[in-house]
């Protein structure tokens, strides 16, 4: 009886670690796609294409993929963004997160869907 139980535990260990693996290799980390919903997505969506009513860009764009350096994304959210609701998070957020999330915004580009 013992052993019937553990072939489902160790297939959803299994399937967890594969997941893991595949998103870690997509370029984003679990930790930073949870950081990214905790953090973001109230103001930029789950998918990343903003709100226009609240003026938040569409990170799936290519032009706005195309026109935003990594340096400016990193420094927007460091220090925020002047005369919008985008708040700094330097006090709140680690050097090397704020880096991981520069990154996840890159993984949501249309273009190289």
Same mark, same amino acid.
């Given at each position: *009886? *013992?052993?019937l139980r553990i072939v489902p535990v160790l297939a959803v260990a299994v399937a967890s670690l594969a997941f893991g693996t595949l998103s870690f290799a %997509?370029? %984003?980390s679990s930790d930073t796609a949870q950081l990214f919903q905790s953090k973001? +997505? *109230?103001c930029h969506g789950k998918d990343g294409k903003g709100f226009p009513a609240i003026h938040t860009p569409d990170f799936t764009s290519p032009k706005w993929q195309a026109a935003t350096s990594d340096k400016l994304i990193k420094e =927007?959210? =460091?220090n925020g963004k002047k005369g919008t609701a985008m708040p700094a998070f330097s006090n709140k957020l680690k050097?090397?997160?704020i880096d991981a999330l520069a990154k996840y915004i890159r993984t949501f580009n +249309? %273009?190289?869907k």
């Open positions: *009886m *013992m052993r %997509a370029g %984003a973001c +997505s *109230m =927007t959210i =460091t050097p090397e997160q +249309s %273009a190289k």
